[in-house]
């Protein structure tokens, strides 16, 4: 994770050393990073798959399994929950 910070009044363009990615709304940024007047920017650093190659998703984990929308919850054993005092 990355900060930026434009501590004046005129709009900057921050040099970055490796690809970046708003934390925030996403956008990527490969070689700069536009900040406006007393802008704040939080960015992660975009990373490639060691395995995949060129053409490959950003993320290993989609090789085997599938992305849906929502939450997961841990659920333990009926039996735990049934020596639980008051279960």
Same mark, same amino acid.
């Given at each position: 994770?990355?900060?930026?910070?434009?501590?004046?009044?005129?709009?900057?363009?921050? #040099?970055?050393?490796?690809?970046?990615?708003?934390?925030?709304? $996403?956008?990527?940024?490969?070689?700069?990073?536009?900040?406006? #007047?007393?802008?704040?920017?939080?960015?992660?650093?975009?990373?490639?798959?060691?395995? $995949?190659?060129?053409?490959? $998703? #950003?993320? #290993?984990?989609l090789d085997?399994?599938?992305?849906?929308?929502?939450?997961?919850?841990?659920?333990?054993?009926? $039996?735990?929950?049934?020596?639980l005092p008051?279960?």
């Open positions: 994770m990355r900060f930026l910070h434009d501590w004046s009044w005129q709009e900057v363009s921050v #040099p970055v050393p490796t690809a970046l990615r708003d934390a925030l709304s $996403g956008a990527a940024c490969a070689d700069a990073v536009p900040l406006g #007047p007393w802008d704040v920017k939080a960015l992660r650093e975009e990373w490639t798959r060691q395995l $995949g190659g060129p053409g490959s $998703g #950003p993320d #290993p984990l085997y399994s599938r992305a849906v929308t929502g939450s997961l919850f841990f659920v333990p054993p009926a $039996g735990l929950l049934e020596d008051g279960g």
